[in-house]
């Protein structure tokens, strides 16, 4: 608890211009906005907090894979969710180019898979082995796969190499993208009425993992260069021929003008870090309680005073 004298000082200063420190500008922060919905509700959460510090927001719907180009250039200032698995090696490439910055990890554990219902481990009994969903393919079989098995892949600007890695490892799986995030859910719901296996793309801190118990597919597992060095994983000639990393980082990066143009934004967003518990329950505002963004945002802020506004008082 901060006594009634720490209090005062704090507000004073909030009241006080700021002399001797530079302000932020007026210009809007930019914040992108992708196809996932934690990272469109947290985009929604931190853009608040920086307008409740007097800041200047806008948010552009942005490819997650070219907005680390953006970012670099200043054309985008931040992004709030670098994901291990997805973005790693945008983030890294932009990264060697210069002109973006890591500003630190969320407290949160990442992983982005395939990954199926727990009801499906009753027609393919020797999974999460990849090995053993592959023995399964045939249960997984479609109209549109033939004799092979159905794996529904995130949407394409994901880059999840789904193919790759089913050729890297001679896997008798067809992989088609879903065409949003949408897609994967009402794929998983539409199985859950007869209990139909299916396997799909899924990740963790997301909502889905309240709603529907199951598992990730345990591919090899990921050994850093598996992307980018054939000899890297168990087929000697082929990339991607790994799983995702199971324990992957969530970043928060930002143009590297970000800091001196708004010293206090930066200083806040510095703070940040949202926990996976925190995350997954931004997506189920939207997910599950059909909220709008904006307002699964305000529901947040308003239900977590107490982790957010210490990061004000803490960064800036
Ligand atoms: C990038 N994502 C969290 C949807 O895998």
Same mark, same amino acid.
């Given at each position: @608890? ?23 500008? %007026? ?5 992108? =906005? ?5 990272q ?16 200047n ?60 219902? @727990? ?9 999460? %082995?990849?090995?053993?969903?592959n ?30 890695r ?54 090899p ?15 000697? %000639? ?27 934004a ?13 995350i997954?329950? @931004? ?22 005073? %107490?982790?957010?506004?210490?990061? =004000?008082?803490?960064?800036?």
């Amino acid at each position: @608890m901060r006594n009634a004298t720490t209090a005062l000082f704090a507000g004073a200063l909030a009241v006080m211009p700021a002399i001797g420190f530079a302000a932020d500008s %007026d210009d809007p922060i930019v914040i992108p =906005i992708h196809n996932w919905s934690s990272q469109i509700v947290m985009s929604n959460v931190v853009g608040q907090i920086f307008e409740s510090m007097g800041n200047n927001v806008e948010y552009v719907t942005t490819d997650s894979q070219a907005v680390y180009e953006s970012v670099r250039l200043g054309d985008v200032t931040l992004e709030l969710e670098v994901w291990e698995g997805a973005f790693g090696a945008s983030f890294r490439a932009a990264q060697e180019k210069g002109g973006i910055v890591d500003v630190g990890d969320h407290n949160a554990v990442t992983r982005e898979d395939w990954w199926y219902p @727990m009801w499906t481990k009753e027609a393919c009994p020797g999974l999460p %082995d990849w090995k053993a969903l592959n023995d399964c393919a045939a249960v997984f079989a479609t109209a549109e796969t033939g004799d092979k098995g159905r794996y529904l892949d995130g949407p394409v600007d994901w880059l999840k190499h789904g193919q790759e890695r089913v050729a890297a490892l001679g896997m008798d799986f067809v992989v088609v993208n879903a065409g949003s995030a949408a897609a994967l859910w009402a794929e998983i719901g539409a199985a859950e009425a007869d209990k139909r296996p299916v396997v799909v793309f899924n990740w963790t801190p997301n909502f889905a993992e309240a709603v529907w118990p199951g598992e990730f597919v345990e591919f090899p597992a990921w050994e850093d260069g598996c992307d980018k060095d054939p000899a890297v994983g168990p087929n000697p %000639d082929a990339l991607y021929d790994c799983g995702n990393p199971a324990k992957g980082y969530l970043k928060k990066a930002a143009w590297d003008g970000m800091e001196s143009k708004w010293p206090a934004a930066y200083g806040v967003l510095s703070k940040i870090s949202f926990t996976n518990a925190q995350i997954a329950e @931004m997506a189920k505002l939207v997910d599950v309680d059909e909220l709008e963004p904006e307002e699964a945002a305000e529901e947040w802020l308003d239900a977590n005073e %107490d982790i957010w506004k210490p990061w =004000i008082d803490a960064g800036s």
